[in-house]
């Protein structure tokens, strides 16, 4: 695995300083920008696997030569580094509804690790292909195990059971999003339940993906909802390594 980092950015360039990817043989995982000057730098990180070496350095102005017209100048730093760090965060996704499922696979591309969880293995069957699913008749548990940062998105069959989540995660101080499917008055009646319970309701966020759009279908939510917990998780620290705007 090659390291490829931006080390110096003068002029106008697509990426700043810091930014970088993981190459492999038949992976890129991160991105220092795209276009040519990525091109050139994945090329180069692969013939560095192939060769045995550990280091180079690439100075390359964005200019006509390369078909790329910033105007800038980017200097790039690779490693040889041990396999890509996994440490993407999770989003757990409860409830693989239409909007479940949606969800999942709009979050699928992004730089997080998403599964779809359900007692309903009829539901979880429809997911679309590459998606993780886990069949579980104590989705709570599932919060309960879940690691620290982790995000928690609750959009099941059963009003009760959202409740019985939402509590769960808010029970923890350390999850990165809790987000919960409904209204206005769902989120009324959820913050009477968690006062009864000790529990803060201020940070849930109910509805999920709104002041967007009044669109129900459940693509759009998913849409809305994806960016949303996005911009949230970008924010946190577990996933600077790996900015997902270019």
Known sequence: MIRVRVIQALGSTPRDAGAEMFVGPAS???TIGGGQLEYMAIDRARAMLASGESQAQMD???GPEIGQ???GRVVLQLDRQGPTPEDHPDVLVFGAGH???ALAQAMQPLPVNVTLIDSRP?????AAPGIETRLTPLPEAEIRAARPGSAVVILTHDHALDFLLAAEALSRDD???VGMIGSATKRAQFTRFARERGLDPAPLV???GA???HDKRPAVIAAFTAAELIARLTAASSLKKYPCNS
């Open 28 to 30: 890129v995982d991160g």
């Open 206 to 208: 109910c509805p999920i």
């Open 60 to 62: 390359i102005p964005l």
């Open 211 to 213: 002041g967007f759009t």
């Open 99 to 101: 909007v479940g499922r």
């Open 69 to 71: 017209c910033c105007g």
């Open 122 to 126: 009829e539901e979880l069957a429809q």
């Open 175 to 177: 999850p990165s999003y």
